[in-house]
């Protein structure tokens, strides 16, 4: 399925399609258009909306489109509510102090979109990241 949402990603953005090729849906395609775009090109492409104005999953109750997305598809897995909570913290400027690696993950994010222009090549480049942070959170787990 095609996944589509808003062009220069950053936290929610990055951590999103993570999640999705991981526990959702491992053939999954994503595409990054303007932000005006979003709604018809999933629906054009027959796919989903994520992280945009009126999109199929977004941020809601004060939860950041990755928590939401947890939620929704029912991921019970201990060690990615941690990352939840983790992403949010990184999404969601305000609460970047409710998890402790918040802060560097919103760093490290910002950098990249910085120095790597290409939202799939940021893809490329932050899973392993996401990969680590998983690993991590489930030794803590």
Not at 27 to 56: C, H, N, W, Y
Not at 97 to 119: H, I, K, V
Request: glycine share 8%; aromatic share 10%.
């Amino acid at each position: 399925m095609k996944w589509t949402t808003r062009e220069n990603a950053r936290v929610d953005r990055v951590a999103c399609p993570w999640l999705v090729r991981k526990f959702i849906d491992p053939q999954a395609e994503f595409l990054f258009v303007p932000r005006d775009q979003v709604l018809g090109t999933a629906k054009r492409e027959g796919g989903r909306s994520f992280d945009a104005d009126g999109a199929d999953y977004g941020h809601r109750g004060g939860k950041c489109t990755f928590e939401v997305l947890v939620e929704d598809y029912a991921l019970a897995d201990q060690a990615l509510k941690r990352l939840a909570l983790i992403v949010h913290g990184a999404d969601v400027p305000e609460d970047v102090t409710c998890a402790p690696e918040s802060a560097g993950l919103r760093a490290l994010s910002e950098g990249m979109a910085l120095c790597c222009p290409d939202d799939h090549a940021k893809l490329e480049r932050l899973f392993p990241v996401y990969d680590a942070l998983y690993a991590y959170c489930q030794k803590q787990a």
